[in-house]
């Protein structure tokens, strides 16, 4: 995969997890099936940790959770320290 289309599919999938926050946001307002929470995880784990934490912040969402203010972070840093280390090898 080029370095183009690996940052095409980052953009994609964090733009998605940002939206899924929005719509489950909007969900919850009107009492409505949501969005479990593993799926916001493993969008996460997919990449969209950045778009994840954009949505909990944006529209106050799940920012009381440890589940989510705890592990989205973590999973990012240990995401940004991939990215690191591959570029260094």
């Known amino acids: ?3 183009n289309s ?3 599919c980052l953009l994609i999938i964090n733009a998605a997890a ?5 719509a489950d ?3 919850a307002k009107k009492k409505l099936w949501r969005v479990p929470e593993n799926i916001f995880l493993l969008f996460a784990l997919l990449g969209g940790s950045v778009g994840i934490l954009a949505g909990m912040y944006s529209f106050r969402h799940k920012t009381r959770k440890p589940k989510f203010y705890i592990c989205v972070p973590v999973i990012l840093a240990a995401q940004i320290l991939f ?3 591959r570029m260094g090898t």
């Open 25 to 27: 946001k909007r969900r």
């Open 18 to 22: 940002f939206l899924l926050m929005l």
């Open 1 to 3: 995969m080029t370095q």
């Open 83 to 85: 990215i690191v280390w």
């Open 6 to 8: 690996l940052l095409a």
